[in-house]
């Protein structure tokens, strides 16, 4: 079974997520492989808001599973995303694009302190990749505001300018 077979080959946005719908023209930080080759999907080089380096590739089936996350947290299913990024994680538990977008939905959804742990777990595995540790520790930083912290909100700013 190829990865992704019958699946949509619409392109998903890296972190940061946003509220925009997905789609296939080219505009967003993923592409698919051509119709010939095989393996997973890869992303082109970091834009100004992130993305993946050339050689960071992630496999179908949590390319499938942070594509339906998108789609649900833009169609308000936060529990959904949840689910559908929590599935991921089980797939890929050291991906550190996983655990943004788990730490972003557990922000929207109002866990703070769950949000941080995510967060905070993803930068252990995000070494090398300078914009989404930047990204992570904005998430850690918005994280500790809503905790009521905001010595720790500003030390996690500063983290993220030393980060780029």
Known sequence: MVPGAGMSSAPIQSFPASSAPIESSGSQPWSAPGAGSQGGYVAPAPAPSGGLALDEQLDGPVLALLTTAQQQQSGGDLNGAASSLERAQRIAPREPQVLYRL????????????????????????????????????LIA??????????????????ARVSL
């Open 142 to 159: 918005q994280a500790r505001e809503r905790q009521g912290d905001p010595v720790g909100a500003a030390q996690a700013r500063e983290q």
């Open 103 to 138: 730490a972003e939905v557990r922000l929207a959804q109002g866990d703070a302190a769950q949000a941080e742990q995510f967060a905070r777990r993803g930068l252990s595995y995000a070494s090398g990749r300078p914009a989404l540790q930047a990204s992570l520790w904005n």
